[in-house]
C-alpha cells in the first residue's frame, strides 16, 4: 500500500481532530475485522485468531491492545488455570458499529 508523505496541517489536525484520531486506528490492518468477529459475540483470543485468519499472534495482540486502548473493547479476565480471557464490545465499540451500519447504507444509496 502506497504511503503519501504527511504535510504540516495534517499533523496538527491529529492533534485536535478526533475523526483524525480514530481513523488512524481503524485504518490499521485487521482491525476491522478483529472489530467485526468481536461484534458477533464475546471472543477468546484463539477463536479471534482462527477467524480472521492470516495474522500472527504477536499481532492480534498488539491490536486488542490498540482496541483497548482506544475503549473499543473490553478484555475479561477469569482467574482460572488454565488462563481465559474474552473480549468484548464496549458501548463506545457497539456505538462505531452501528456508525459502520450507517456507512453501509449510505454506500448503498450514493456508490450503487
Known amino acids: 500500500m502506497q504511503q503519501y508523505p504527511k504535510v504540516k496541517w495534517c499533523d496538527k489536525m491529529e492533534k485536535t ?9 481503524l485504518s490499521k ?11 458477533g459475540g464475546q ?3 484463539n477463536e ?13 495482540s498488539k491490536r486488542l ?7 473499543l473493547v473490553r478484555k475479561r479476565r ?4 488454565p488462563p481465559r480471557v474474552e473480549y468484548n464490545l ?4 457497539k456505538d462505531l458499529i452501528e456508525c459502520f ?11 450503487s
Open 17 to 25: 481532530c478526533p475523526v483524525t484520531n480514530i481513523i488512524n486506528i
Open 43 to 45: 471472543k477468546r483470543f
Open 78 to 81: 477469569f482467574n482460572e488455570i
Open 48 to 60: 479471534l485468531l482462527k477467524e480472521v485468519g492470516n495474522i500472527s499472534p504477536r499481532t492480534l
Open 101 to 111: 451500519k450507517s456507512l453501509n447504507e449510505w454506500v448503498k444509496k450514493w456508490k
Open 65 to 71: 491492545k490498540e482496541l483497548e486502548k482506544a475503549g
Open 90 to 93: 464496549t458501548v463506545s465499540g
Open 29 to 39: 490492518k485487521y482491525i476491522l475485522l478483529i472489530l467485526r468477529q468481536i461484534n
